[in-house]
Nanobody, 119 residues
Framework: QVQLVESGGGLVQPGGSLRLSCAASGFTSAVYAIGWFRQAPGKEREGVSCISSNDLETTYTDSVKGRFTISRDNIENTVHLQMNNLKPEDTAIYHC????????????WGHGTQVTVSS
């Protein structure tokens, strides 16, 4: 079955860390750029980070620069998003998606994982 499955979300206090994973099955994710998006209640979905298919390009939205790091593990067919120094405004459902390039529209979405940052 061709799918993306996110994991690693949860409840964390401000200043804490989480590591999200986007596991691909039924296809090789290495041939795609993988993007992370998030959507908070009442807000539009926003792009958080992206890694190109050749891993040479990584992008981050300004609000997460210096706190989040995207990486790829081709052996596990997985892309990770390490999130440090989390803030309440990072609370959202996080989705990953495949792209032909980070600048192109998403092709396939995962179902998402909830991240809640609260004391």
């Amino acid at each position: 079955q061709v799918q993306l499955v996110e994991s690693g979300g949860g409840l964390v206090q401000p200043g804490g860390s989480l590591r999200l994973s986007c596991a691909a099955s039924g296809f090789t994710s290495a041939v795609y750029a993988i993007g992370w998006f998030r959507q908070a209640p009442g807000k539009e979905r926003e792009g958080v980070s992206c890694i190109s298919s050749n891993d040479l390009e990584t992008t981050y939205t300004d609000s997460v620069k210096g706190r989040f790091t995207i990486s790829r593990d081709n052996i596990e067919n997985t892309v990770h998003l390490q999130m440090n120094n989390l803030k309440p405004e990072d609370t959202a459902i996080y989705h990953c998606a495949t792209h032909n390039a980070c600048s192109s529209r998403p092709l396939r979405w995962g179902h998402g994982t909830q991240v809640t940052v609260s004391s």
